[in-house]
């Protein structure tokens, strides 16, 4: 379920520190598109931050951020930010919606730990060891 893959990604040897030493853009791959299995596992760790991490990825105030808020106003946060990031990938499509442009908006929204995760889901970048979640069972 959800939490397995969010507790998987989370417990990893992967520290926050290790991530302070590289820069946002170097992670993620402009080639990679984020897949569902991305925002589950970074949508625990954005918390109410997601507004601004939805900005950061060049979402409209109005009508789409306020369309999930309203639309999911008896959700928790953590879902409010899973259905605006899928939002924004259905939107953009494959080729706009990357690993890259996540990774950059989540550092600029200040959520390193949402990148710490993100990092361990599966993403292809630059030099990180990255574990598959498919393989886990859940």
Not at 13 to 36: C, I, K, M, R, Y
Not at 62 to 73: A, G, L, Q, W, Y
């Amino acid at each position: 379920g959800l939490f397995s893959k969010w507790f998987y990604c989370y417990l990893t040897d992967f520290s926050a520190s290790q991530l302070s030493n590289h820069s946002f853009s170097s992670l993620g791959s402009d080639d990679e598109p984020v897949t569902q299995s991305h925002c589950h596992c970074i949508s625990p760790l954005v918390g109410g931050k997601w507004k601004n991490l939805l900005r950061n990825l060049g979402v409209a105030e109005v009508p789409t951020i306020e369309n999930v808020d309203n639309n999911h106003s008896h959700e928790s946060v953590e879902e409010k930010c899973y259905q605006g990031l899928l939002m924004w990938m259905r939107s953009c499509g494959a080729q706009t919606a990357t690993t890259k442009k996540l990774c950059v908006a989540l550092g600029q929204t200040g959520c390193t730990e949402a990148l710490e995760a993100l990092s361990k889901a599966g993403m292809s970048n630059n030099g990180f060891i990255m574990v598959n979640l498919s393989i886990i069972a859940c």
